[in-house]
């Protein structure tokens, strides 16, 4: 593990500081910690849409010809789509 020595200074309002308290308190976190994997786990999703895949022009025709393709009929998973699911039960 590398050795932290990136410091960042972060200013907050009450109600900001109120409730990422309260966060600390519900997940026994510090508060570094916290802000760290929040900070990481909310760049990896802003970055994972991000990538650039490079194909040829043969894998690029490919895969449209696959994308135009008509539809494959699955009566099966119609038929369990049309099913309630238990999630629409309510009692």
């Excluded at 593990?1 to 972060?10: A, D, H, I, Q």
């Excluded at 760049?43 to 994972?48: I, Q």
Aim: glycine share 2%.
């Amino acid at each position: 593990m590398s050795t932290k020595s990136e410091r960042w200074t972060l200013r907050v309002t009450p109600a900001q500081n109120t409730i990422v308290r309260r966060a600390l308190d519900a997940t026994g976190v510090s508060l570094n910690e916290y802000v760290v994997n929040c900070a990481l786990e909310s760049a990896a999703n802003d970055l994972a849409d991000r990538h650039v895949f490079a194909v040829s022009p043969d894998a690029w025709a490919e895969l449209q010809a696959v994308l135009d393709r008509p539809t494959n009929p699955k009566p099966r998973i119609s038929a369990l789509l049309a099913e309630p699911s238990v999630l629409d039960a309510s009692e």
